[in-house]
């Protein structure tokens, strides 16, 4: 069981705008930051978003938000090349702990 | 620009202890500004922290395995390391080294190390 919550899946075809959420609680996503993985056919994690900013040679058709205890990963403009698992992280100030969320898989149509 | 690469034997026998380094190449682990942690990946799973170490030593461990994992730093090699005792075949995963800030989120990851547990 996860401590914050994504879909399991997520589908949209190339050019479609697309958003990936992460819910957690006030002990985590209410009060830190949240950083994005792109993991491609279990290669390792690339960060694509961490908080607002995003990361060097992240493409701009990336952005994250935030609201209350849910943050979003908005892919805008979909392209073949963002079919991954995307999953969520932040810090959990009740468990001590780097906490992540379950993982989303992403397939572009 | 900052690069991580892990290193380490890819099989462990039950209720060995697995080591595992983090070589970390265009740029200090002294630096103030950030933690060095691990992950892990179990086949066809998701993923989980293990732990993160700051530049002055203080570590913060996974509660669920705290009793298990040593997270070191060995500043003269620009390394760090993972220990984990008493290893079982739950333990067999990708290992991942990684570069946090302050809230010790992973923002950089090494290409992972594959460790399996077996007799």
């Known amino acids: 069981q996860s401590a914050l919550t994504q879909e399991a899946s997520v589908s949209g075809t190339v050019g479609q705008k697309v958003t990936l959420s992460c819910t957690g609680n006030?002990?985590?996503?209410?009060?830190?930051?949240v950083g994005w993985y792109q993991q491609i056919s279990h290669g390792a994690p690339k960060t694509v978003m961490f908080?607002?900013s995003l990361p060097s040679g992240i493409p701009d058709r990336f952005s994250g938000s935030k609201s209350g205890t849910t943050a979003s990963l908005t892919i805008s403009g979909l392209q073949p090349e963002d079919e991954a698992d995307y999953y969520c992280?932040?810090?959990?100030?009740?468990?001590?702990?780097?906490?992540f969320g379950g993982g989303t898989k992403l397939t572009v149509l | 620009q900052l690069q991580l690469q892990e290193s380490g034997p890819g099989l462990v026998k039950p209720s060995e202890t697995l080591s595992l380094t983090c070589t970390v190449s265009?740029?200090?682990?002294?630096?103030?500004?950030?933690?060095w942690g691990w992950i892990r990946q179990p086949p066809g799973k998701g993923l989980e922290w293990i732990g993160s170490?700051?530049?002055?030593?203080?570590?913060y461990y996974n509660p669920s395995l705290t009793s298990r994992v040593t997270v070191s730093l060995h500043t003269s090699k620009n390394q760090f390391s993972l220990k984990l005792s008493s290893v079982t075949a739950a333990d067999t995963a990708v290992y991942y080294c990684?570069?946090?800030?302050?809230?010790?989120?992973?923002?950089?990851w090494g290409q992972g190390a594959l460790v399996a547990v077996s007799s």
């Open positions: 990684s570069r946090g800030g302050l809230d010790l989120v992973a923002t950089i």
């Open positions: 265009g740029g200090s682990i002294s630096s103030s500004s950030y933690y």
């Open positions: 170490i700051y530049y002055t030593g203080s570590t």
């Open positions: 006030s002990n985590n996503i209410g009060t830190y930051a």
């Open positions: 908080g607002n």
């Open positions: 992280s932040t810090w959990d100030n009740s468990l001590s702990a780097v906490v």
